[in-house]
């Protein structure tokens, strides 16, 4: 029994050595750790303050100044995105609240065998007129006020005469227009072009709005029509060379088929220039 005893208590000695023996490693331990937690920084400090290479050190100035040139760049076409959206808005709205009048006025040119055509699509879309301004301004070197200020087809009309008498027609209307208090600003004449035939005219209207009126006979303004994919394709920047080189073959193959009236190409406008005050 007395052997038991001491063994008993033996054990109870040892069970208490052990757990001062175990809280003692805990100690260590988490000095150590304490001690590595305090020292490592400095040491990664130390690494990150020595110095670069001197190629390592360029690369890297010029790997952050070109990410800073690429988020500049891509703020900047955000920027002009959203002006360009707001100034077709703005041109948009002008166009609408004076084209009640205005289409008034191009519908009494419809008379005597005339046809206004395409009336539905008299608005040029906001999201093309925004990417016409932008598209603009970058080929012409302006600033995108002034490219709007360019722009003639936010509001436009089709006259579809009679081949018969088509050459005594469109300078007729000029005329009428005119008379009207409207003035024009650019008189094309394409009959016997590439890519497109017929005479476009830039007005000015009383309103201050600009307009372009087309003139076309019935079958020039059917392939006009009817070739309008290729030509947003051959002008589209996202189509690929082989795309544009197909569309530009459909074009020429499209416009070969137009049959001029007789003294189309012969007819003129005498531009009004304004005389300096």
């Known amino acids: 029994m007395n052997r038991l005893m001491e063994n008993i208590n033996l054990s109870r000695y040892d069970a208490r050595n052990l757990l001062k023996a175990g ?52 703020s ?6 959203r002006q360009a959206d707001v100034l077709a808005a703005e041109l948009l709205a002008k166009a609408r609240e004076a084209e009640p009048a205005i289409t008034e006025q191009m519908q009494s040119l419809a ?5 206004l055509a395409g009336l539905d699509n008299r608005f040029k879309d906001s999201g093309s007129l925004a990417r016409k301004i932008l598209a603009d ?15 003639s087809d936010v509001l436009r009309y089709t006259l579809v005469f009679d081949p018969s008498d088509y050459s005594e ?22 009959w016997g ?16 709005v600009r307009v372009e009126l087309q003139f076309h006979t019935a079958q020039s303004y059917a392939i006009k029509q009817a070739s309008h994919e290729v030509y947003e394709t051959r002008r589209n920047p996202a189509s690929t060379p082989a795309e544009v080189e197909a569309a530009t073959r ?16 012969t007819v003129t406008w005498p531009m009004q220039i304004k005389k300096a005050a």
């Not at 900047?76 to 995105?81: A, F, K, P, T």
């Not at 590439?194 to 309103?207: H, R, T, V």
């Not at 459909?250 to 190409?265: F, K």
């Open 23 to 74: 809280w003692a490693v805990r100690t260590i331990t988490a000095s150590v750790m304490l001690m590595l937690a305090v020292l490592a920084p400095v040491h990664l400090t130390q690494a990150l303050a020595s110095p670069l290479a001197e190629d390592e050190s360029l690369a890297a100035v010029v790997e952050l100044a070109d990410l800073a040139d690429e988020r500049q760049q891509g």
């Open 76 to 81: 900047s076409r955000q920027s002009r995105r």
């Open 111 to 115: 008379q005597d065998g005339a046809q």
């Open 137 to 151: 301004a970058e080929s012409d070197n302006v600033s995108l006020p002034a490219a709007v200020a360019a722009i």
């Open 169 to 190: 027609r469109v300078p007729q209307t000029l005329e009428q227009l005119t008379a009207k208090g409207y003035r024009v600003t650019k008189f094309r004449n394409a």
């Open 193 to 208: 072009g590439k890519f497109y035939q017929g005479i476009n005219a830039q007005l000015m209207s009383p309103q201050g």
């Open 250 to 265: 459909d074009s020429l193959a499209y416009n070969a088929q137009v049959i001029a009236p007789d003294g189309a190409e």
